[in-house]
């Protein structure tokens, strides 16, 4: 079966075309990201992002099919993301998706956009199996969520205010590194010296899952606004590692007392944010000798992309559990 994935909830156009044999395999997986439009604004303007995905889903779709090396006819189904996400943007993939799907006669599926990024994780381990405790930390959201069979999903803790990813690119933003900054932060970082200085880790000591990252934010403010432009640039490595680590640590503490409290053997980590090396490494540390079951997504997958679109789609069409346009609740995250 061939399946047609699109994501479109933000400001990346991005199709993938999967094969679900034995195996699900990833053919192609090409995405147009519109950084460039959005980085004079320093952040993504909604309405340019939903011209832009009407300029690009064709074309993106097309090279998707082209570098799979089969025909639109070849097509079985297709899945895109229902939400959550930007109004605009959404509407752009659901119509493509809807309008394709009655062209090609084969039906479109809605896909939650976090499902979406806790299945790139599954096609790197696709005998995962429910229970388990997944840590979804994106661009929008921060959240630890109990996932049991049949797609039953239990908040355990999220974030009060601001997502990790938003920290990131708010914070990274301030010491003039961009957007987005994740990624930056995360390569300037490498082999710094994390205790250069302390930032807040907010609600670390409490004992539940719950985050707040908005208070980092005017730490860094403060502390960029008290020290010289030359100050910052000498010293920007050791400074992005300590912001790393604060954000990091605040992560792997909340994520070792969700794994306590509910007692479960794997964890499944998602998002941007699972991009991270130092989240990757730090979680490594704590899971592995406790004999928890980690996964990732290939770190290529970790952000938004069509491919986890489709293996959302794929996991669900396994458990005859699909959600057809009608029974999407595209503003729902996933668990409430
Ligand atoms: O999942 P995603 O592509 O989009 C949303 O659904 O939001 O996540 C984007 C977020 C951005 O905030 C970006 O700065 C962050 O993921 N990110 C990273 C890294 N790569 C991307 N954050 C930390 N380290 C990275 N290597
Ligand atoms: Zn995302």
């Known amino acids: 079966m061939i399946w047609l994935g699109i994501e479109s909830s933000c400001d990346e156009t991005a199709c993938a075309v999967l094969e679900q044999g034995d195996k699900v395999r990833v053919l192609s997986n090409p995405l147009y990201s519109q950084i460039q439009e959005h980085a004079v604004f320093g952040g993504v303007v909604p309405e340019v992002a939903a011209r832009e995905h009407l300029k690009k889903i064709y074309g993106i779709a097309s090279e998707a099919i082209k570098m799979a090396g089969v025909t639109f006819s070849d097509i079985d189904a297709i899945a895109f993301t229902a939400g959550p996400g930007l109004m605009g943007p959404l509407l752009v993939g659901a119509s493509f998706a809807r309008g394709l799907a009655l062209d090609l006669g084969v039906p479109a599926y809605g896909i939650n956009h976090l499902e979406g990024h806790l299945a790139a994780a599954w096609l790197s381990a696709q005998d995962l199996k429910p229970p388990f405790l997944t840590l979804t930390v994106s661009g929008g959201h921060t959240e630890l969520i109990l996932e049991e069979p049949g797609f039953k999903y239990t908040a355990i803790g999220r974030t009060r205010d601001d997502a990790a990813g938003e920290a990131f690119d708010k914070c990274g933003k301030l010491l003039g590194l961009g957007y987005p900054a994740g990624a930056t932060i995360g390569k300037l970082a490498v082999g710094k010296n994390r205790k250069f200085h302390h930032f ?10 719950e985050f707040s990252f908005s208070g980092l934010k005017t730490a860094v403010l ?87 679109i489709a293996a959302a789609a794929i996991r669900r069409e396994k458990e005859h559990a699909l959600l057809n346009i009608e029974n999407v609740k595209p503003w729902m995250p996933l668990a409430l």
């Open 200 to 209: 807040p880790r907010a609600l670390k000591g409490k004992a539940d899952a």
């Open 222 to 308: 403060r502390y960029v606004e008290s020290r010289s432009t030359e100050y910052i640039q000498e010293n920007l490595g050791d400074i992005c590692a300590s912001l790393e680590e604060s954000i990091v640590d605040i992560l792997v503490s909340k994520t070792v007392w969700a794994l306590k409290k509910t007692g479960m053997k794997t964890l499944v980590v998602g998002g941007g944010v699972s991009a991270n090396m130092r989240l990757r490494e730090l979680l490594e540390k704590y899971c592995l000798p406790r004999g928890i079951r980690l996964c990732f997504p290939e770190r290529s997958l970790s952000t938004d992309n069509g491919a986890m």
